[in-house]
């Protein structure tokens, strides 16, 4: 009998059922068989042929009772040239990465595991959470690798139309009336093994480019409608002067219901030096026919962008929502850092631009959090980039929650949702 065995066997003996105390047995039993390797929880479950029903890894994933996918598209050059800041895209400093990425970052790093194919990187995603012992029976569905719209619309259907396929498939292979069959998603995942195994992942990949097929996106946006995996939220990213009434439509016929609008400053001067590509006019004008199509709307606002000052980086979060042009309905806050091959990076070594530091970022986004009103959804604070790839700027990748200590300690509370 392995050490996992033994494991399980306790387990179910002892009756225990928290996650800590498989913890403590585990550790404790350690001790006496002297195992190699420590199994995970995931080990555990999949031992234990999901009878121990309360392990469950990363609960705070899908807490809300929807369950993020993140997936990229293939990199592509924006049409506009590249923004000063920005790492990434083809032939890239990191190679072949979707812009605005590295390639280290996880949903970055699944999208070159799965080829930057949709239905891959949905099906991979989906494994995933099951190996959580978790349910993604709501998707909020996030694309991301650059500006959607501007791709070609052939594509965009076709990768939606993937996505989509993914979730109605793994749906229909899994789910049946008793519930989700774990047997038959042991069997084609071929589990227990090394989830790391390249040899195993170009078998599933194999299995799963056949099951593909020919469709149609309103085939399979019908489909979604009633399998057990549905996108409940589709999510897009683009700049304001990619997005205008054709994009828009183009976005309602794939099913968006969020698009995510790269606004970065209301600073005509600071948008052209950093070769946006894109005015504050775009920027009104995009925010208001996104409403006007009943589409949220989630601004990306930068602070410390070359020749932008403290002051103005905090009147910014006072003029988005009190100025009726602007007002998003949520917010992503990414303090500018020095990427290594991107232009920002040669004027920072020639002295002509020094990065705002986590402290000075802090204070920012601290006092322009007053003005966050509390319908909106502040869904990230800080680039998810590991900092073992930046050159400078904000140096810790839990910069939330050390801002968070900061506002405790100086008895603030913010109003945002989140």
């Known amino acids: 009998m392995t ?23 585990r550790d404790n039993l350690a001790k006496t068989y002297k195992p190699k390797k420590l199994p995970s929880l995931i080990q555990v479950l999949l031992s234990s042929n999901k009878s121990i029903k309360f392990i469950q890894t990363k609960p705070v994933r899908t807490m809300s009772g929807v369950a993020p996918i993140a997936i990229m598209t293939y990199p592509r050059a924006c049409d506009h040239g590249t923004c000063t800041f920005c790492p990434g895209g083809p032939n890239s400093y990191f190679g072949d990465v979707p812009k605005s990425y590295t390639g ?14 949709a239905y891959l990187q949905v099906f991979n995603r ?28 052939d594509y965009q259907d076709s990768f939606i139309k993937d996505a989509l396929k993914a979730m109605n498939d793994f749906s229909l292979m899994f789910f049946n009336q008793d519930g989700f069959d774990f047997d038959l998603f042991k069997k084609f995942f071929e589990l227990p093994s090394d989830i790391h195994s390249k040899e195993r992942i170009e078998r599933i990949q194999n299995k799963l480019l056949k099951l593909k097929g020919s469709t149609s996106l309103e085939e399979e946006q019908s489909r979604n409608e009633n399998t057990r995996i549905r996108c409940v939220v589709m999510n897009i ?10 994009h828009i439509n183009q976005l309602l016929k794939l099913g968006t219901t969020r698009v995510e609008l790269g606004i970065q400053t209301l600073n005509d001067h600071i948008l052209k030096i950093t070769n946006r590509g894109h005015t504050i006019d775009d920027s009104i004008k995009a925010t ?5 199509s009943f589409l949220k709307t989630c601004y990306h ?22 100025n009726q042009n602007y007002k998003p309905d949520a917010l992503k806050i990414y303090p500018c850092m020095v990427m290594p091959g991107t232009p920002l990076y040669e004027q920072y070594k020639k002295g002509l631009f020094k990065p705002i530091t986590t402290e000075e970022a802090a204070d920012i986004i601290i006092e322009g959090k007053k003005f966050i009103p509390k319908y909106c ?22 910069f939330r929650q050390y801002m968070h200590e900061i506002m405790k300690d100086r008895g603030i509370k913010c109003k945002c949702i989140r």
């Open 3 to 25: 050490f996992l065995q033994h494991l399980v066997k306790e387990i179910k003996e002892k009756k225990i059922e928290d996650v800590d105390g498989v913890l403590k047995l």
């Open 104 to 117: 280290n970052e996880p949903a970055s790093m699944r999208a070159l595991r799965n080829k930057f194919d």
């Open 126 to 153: 989906l494994e995933q959470y099951t190996l959580l012992n978790q349910t993604p029976e709501k998707v909020e569905l996030i694309i991301m690798g650059g500006t959607f719209p501007s791709y070609p619309e």
């Open 237 to 246: 990213e683009t700049k304001p002067d990619i997005c205008k009434e054709n």
């Open 288 to 292: 208001q026919l996104l409403k006007d």
């Open 301 to 322: 606002m930068m602070q410390g962008l070359p020749e932008s000052t403290k002051e103005e980086d905090i009147n910014n979060f006072k003029e988005i929502f009190s």
């Open 377 to 398: 959804r502040v869904m990230r604070v800080q680039r998810d980039i590991p900092t073992k790839v930046t050159i400078d700027g904000v140096d810790i990748t839990n």
